[in-house]
């Protein structure tokens, strides 16, 4: 069965510092790997993903990841976090096109940015 | 303007009392889901349905139903037999293709016991 592994529930940084969220997958298949962002009382909102193309994938408010299949990771960086990416982010895996696409989430990582 | 709405965005649901929770969308997409997010655990999936009029189980399905008579729609019972209840409910919908491959989510609706 897929799972899916968010290292740390909380994460603390400074306004400017880099962001790094760390995601681990298991999967028997190729997967479809996601980021996706909650802010308090919302919908999530697609960051990024990464579906067989480029093992580097760039997403939307200067988010990125780099899938690598050796390690089974699927890591979000971001260079200088700003106040505004304060939220919870999950890191999720699907079966892929063509099958169910059901998605199986991490339990999510709480961003907290200080000034 | 395309999306997935739900409604209410609070419910509140007294003892023995079934509640049904919609969710809409206008993106034409075939497949839908609804998910349960509690503190601390992720989203977790309850129903999803890849076409009009079939669905299939979730992980955590006990206590809840759906429906699929269009295709726009996806409305979720909470049912008495779920003791529960107290979360926050996500619907989503698909879009498919290789490179397209993505889950869109609508806003939310907070479930409350009385």
């Known amino acids: 069965a897929q799972s899916v592994t968010q290292l740390g529930s909380h994460v603390s940084v400074s306004e400017g510092a880099l962001v790094l969220l760390r995601c681990n997958y298991s999967?028997?298949?190729?997967?479809?790997l996601f980021w996706y962002v909650q802010y308090p009382n919302q919908g999530l909102q697609l960051l990024l993903k990464?579906?067989?193309?480029?093992?580097l994938v760039k997403g939307i408010n200067g988010f990125e990841a780099e899938f690598k299949k050796s390690e089974t990771s699927f890591h979000l960086t971001k260079p200088s976090a700003h106040m505004s990416d304060a939220a919870e982010y999950f890191c999720?895996?699907?079966?892929?096109?063509?099958?169910?696409?059901?998605?199986?989430f991490g339990q999510g990582t709480t961003l907290q940015v200080k000034p | 303007d395309g999306g997935i709405t739900q409604s209410p965005k609070y419910l509140f649901r007294k003892e023995g009392q079934n509640v049904t929770l919609s969710c809409e969308q206008n993106?034409?997409?075939?497949?839908m889901y609804w998910y349960r997010q509690d503190p601390g655990q992720g989203l977790r999936l309850i129903y999803y349905?890849?076409?009009?009029?079939?669905?299939q189980k979730g992980d955590i399905a006990e206590g809840y139903s759906v429906s699929r008579e269009k295709k726009e729609s996806f409305p979720l019972t909470v049912t008495s037999a779920q003791k529960n209840p107290t979360a926050f409910y996500l619907c989503?919908?698909?879009?498919?293709?290789?490179?397209?491959?993505?889950?869109?989510f609508g806003p939310g609706t907070r479930l409350l016991v009385l």
């Open positions: 989503a919908s698909r879009r498919q293709g290789v490179d397209q491959e993505t889950q869109y």
């Open positions: 349905s890849q076409i009009v009029n079939d669905f």
């Open positions: 990464y579906t067989s193309a480029a093992t």
């Open positions: 999720a895996v699907s079966d892929g096109s063509g099958n169910t696409g059901k998605l199986i």
């Open positions: 993106l034409n997409h075939d497949a």
């Open positions: 999967s028997s298949v190729p997967p479809y």
